[in-house]
T-cell receptor, first 114, second 116 residues
Framework: KNQVEQSPQSLIILEGKNCTLQ??????????LRWYKQDTGRGPVSLTI?????NTKSNGRYTATLDADTKQSSLHITASQLSDSASYIC?????????????FGTGTQLKVEL | EAGVTQFPSHSVIEKGQTVTLRCDPI?????LYWYRRVMGKEIKFLLH????????ESGMPNNRFLAERTGGTYSTLKVQPAELEDSGVYFC??????????????FGEGSRLTVL
């Protein structure tokens, strides 16, 4: 069982609509949680990075939230655009003593349609 | 400023052959990481260089994989001999600080390896 679980696996929304992607993790000790966007055939690009002491971080139309107590995070996309179509990957890093290994989720495939 | 570059973008080889993947990190980044994504699975850690030294190679699948980073600049990942299960996308990433904390991690476009 992966230590970072994402839902839904895939999602289709209409342009202009909002959506929320979920991430549950069991990685411990926890250091930081990141959301990446990966376009088809490209490398992942960082959207947000949150430490355990942060509970929200925004980057334009992207807003990530973190609840370190329940080990849950969400990525909210506002006013979606066609260019938002991509895979969104939740990544958790180990904390003290864990070095800097990153544990990746399998991603949520988002498709934005007209 | 140039990003992380990887070569080749796609390689198709036969089982038993050798392939060498190359990664050029962002200039000045001491930390270089190799990751791999096998089809249908999540991206997984392979190893981490700090300059020319291997900091952590716990993710390397077996001794058919050899990573080097001569002079602390570019890195190569050699697979010899390649097996079918080695097929996937190999990502390289670099950071100026430790990625496990708040350090920004920059990924290359990946090298897709297909073993027939």
């Amino acid at each position: 069982k992966n230590q970072v679980e994402q839902s839904p696996q895939s999602l289709i929304i209409l342009e202009g609509k909002n959506c929320t992607l979920q991430c549950n993790y069991t990685v411990s000790p926890f250091s930081s949680l990141r959301w990446y966007k990966q376009d088809t055939g490209r490398g992942p690009v960082s959207l947000t990075i949150m430490t355990f002491s942060e509970n929200t971080k925004s980057n334009g139309r992207y807003t990530a939230t973190l609840d370190a107590d329940t080990k849950q995070s969400s990525l909210h996309i506002t006013a979606s655009q066609l260019s938002d179509s991509a895979s969104y990957i939740c990544v958790v890093s180990l904390g003290a003593g864990g070095g800097n290994k990153l544990t990746f989720g399998t991603g949520t495939q988002l498709k934005v349609e007209l | 400023e140039a990003g992380v570059t990887q070569f080749p973008s796609h390689s198709v080889i036969e089982k038993g052959q050798t392939v060498t993947l190359r990664c050029d990190p962002i200039s000045g980044h001491d930390n270089l990481y190799w990751y791999r994504r096998v089809m249908g699975k999540e991206i997984k850690f392979l190893l981490h260089f700090v300059k020319e030294s291997k900091q952590d190679e716990s993710g390397m699948p077996n001794n058919r994989f050899l990573a080097e980073r001569t002079g602390g600049t570019y890195s190569t990942l050699k697979v010899q001999p390649a097996e079918l299960e080695d097929s996937g996308v190999y990502f390289c990433a670099s950071s100026g600080g430790l990625a496990g904390y708040t350090g920004e991690l920059f990924f290359g476009e990946g090298s897709r390896l297909t073993v027939l």
